[in-house]
């Protein structure tokens, strides 16, 4: 039987399966869909293993409240295109959810939560391995933060790539402000005192350079930089960044006015730190063109 283009859109459509994948099962199948479609939920599952090793530097970062308690979490994937497959949001928002309600000491554990999707369970780590298969991407939950310190919380998501939790006492407006804040100018810590001994290390480091180049008498360069320094750490340091929504003042005065102190903040962007994987895009396609003569 003669396997047509539309034949395999449906299958694809149906399975989600790389498109030479669907070719593959339909011909195997003698254009029968249903064992075509059974063929490929068969044969996928062994993917989960080969796309393992595949790096996973985009995502989306998900937020779930409930009772006072909240979770942060970030799942990756591949590319950007699956982070809007709604599979892979439906295993994101199940893991947030898990994080809230089973209290999850790691990934492992959060991997081992009961849970099923698409067909695939009974757990969080079956469904992942399975919509690996499915999709033909790798996926991962890489972190996730839980709050329940007993402070009030505040969260902003701007978009799927950019979370922020803040944990406050005060005037929720104010707090919910503040996560936007972070989200926007990505503090590092909440005052100059609470920045990382290393990164005031590096920032040090950058402008003894620059100061060595200046060629300043040393007591000059010496001044200079120390006032690098101390304009790096207000410029990383919440309290001290002057507030989005009004420049003017800084964050810590518009929080002073609100009545509103933060205890802290966490911050997610998607991918931050991976290594991604550059593409070379004319190879990649010719070696799919030269994978489709041989098909």
């Known amino acids: 039987m003669a396997i047509t283009a539309s034949m395999v859109a449906e299958l694809r459509a149906k399975t989600d399966a790389p498109m030479m994948e669907c070719k593959k099962a339909l011909t195997e199948a003698n254009g029968d869909m249903a064992k075509a479609e059974e063929l490929l939920r068969v044969k996928l599952g062994s993917k989960a293993g080969k ?101 009030k919380l505040a969260a902003y998501l701007h978009g799927t790539r950019i979370g922020v939790v803040v944990e406050f006492e005060g005037d929720e407006a104010a707090a919910k402000d503040v996560a936007m804040h972070v989200a926007a100018m990505k503090p590092v810590s909440l005052t100059s005192a609470d920045v990382p001994a290393e990164l005031i290390e590096r920032e040090r480091s950058v402008a003894t350079a620059k100061a ?29 960044q002057p507030f989005v929504k009004n420049d003017k003042q800084t964050v810590e005065q518009m929080l002073k006015e609100k009545g509103t102190t933060v205890k802290a903040f966490t911050l997610y962007v998607v991918g931050e730190g991976i290594e991604k994987k550059v593409d070379d895009f004319a190879a990649e396609v010719a070696a799919q063109v030269a994978a489709a003569k041989g098909a």
Do not use: W
């Open 212 to 240: 060595a180049e200046s060629g300043k008498p040393a007591e000059i360069a010496a001044k200079m930089i120390e006032g690098s320094v101390q304009k790096y750490l207000k410029e990383v340091s919440l309290f001290n």
């Open 51 to 151: 796309a393992a090793s595949r790096i996973t530097a985009e995502g989306v970062v998900a937020i779930h409240m409930q009772g006072g308690v909240g979770a942060l979490v970030e799942v990756n994937c591949e590319t950007d295109f699956v982070t809007k497959n709604d599979s892979f949001l439906a295993l994101s928002k199940a893991v947030a959810e898990g994080v809230v309600s089973a209290n999850p000491a790691d990934v492992q554990a959060l991997a081992g939560l009961p849970f099923s999707l698409d067909g695939f369970g009974p757990t969080l780590e079956d469904v992942r391995k399975g919509l690996i298969g499915k999709i033909g991407e790798n996926m991962s939950v890489r972190r996730f933060k839980r709050f329940a310190s007993g402070s």
